[in-house]
């Protein structure tokens, strides 16, 4: 089998104390046995190449291993760079009006719980979700008064069951990873 490249977007890393440096984390993939590892942007996002499809057994393994190297858990949701490609292929911010003042994130849930989202879902004037997935949610975060852009966007969390394993992306970085 030859091998397949992923993306593992890793949860909650270079947030209180809980560092990983980039170096530190492309050493740990490739003690775990991952080809072409390499990080993308410093927030916990890996791009790599592994001898089997994902599973959970696989984001397992890569927790475990990095675990062991930066001594407390970092949850991994992982998706193939053909998955990527065709979430991007499929335009999920198609309906977003052109110079929009508004920053595109994408909510990457490890089980596919995504449907069950209520939806209408945003704050009004603060975020929107354009479109869900079993696995993924696709949101904007709209400019605001204060000079931010929506703060709200945390609040997608508490839609989901406690201990669903989720991590958000920046659209652009998803675009950086299919590149």
Do not use: C
């Amino acid at each position: 089998m030859a091998a397949i490249p992923y993306a593992a977007f890793l949860r909650g890393v270079n947030l209180g104390g809980r560092t990983t440096r980039s170096a530190d984390l492309k050493a740990a993939f490739e003690a775990m046995g991952y080809k072409d590892a390499r990080t993308l942007i410093a927030s916990g996002n890996v791009l790599f190449s592994a001898e089997r499809e994902a599973d959970a057994e696989l984001a397992g393994t890569i927790e475990k291993g990095l675990k062991d190297k930066f001594g407390f858990e970092i949850g991994v949701v992982l998706r193939s760079i053909d998955e990527l490609r065709a979430m991007v292929a499929a335009e999920p911010f198609k309906s977003l009006p052109e110079g929009a003042d508004a920053k595109r994130y994408v909510l990457f849930l490890r089980e596919a719980v995504g449907k069950s989202l209520k939806l209408p879902f945003g704050v009004e004037g603060d975020h929107d979700v354009l479109s869900v997935t079993p696995t993924e949610i696709f949101a904007v975060a709209w400019h605001m008064p204060n000079g931010r852009y929506g703060e709200g966007l945390d609040a997608l969390e508490k839609q989901f069951p406690k201990g669903t394993l989720m991590t958000m992306r920046n659209w652009n970085t998803i675009l950086k990873a299919v590149a």
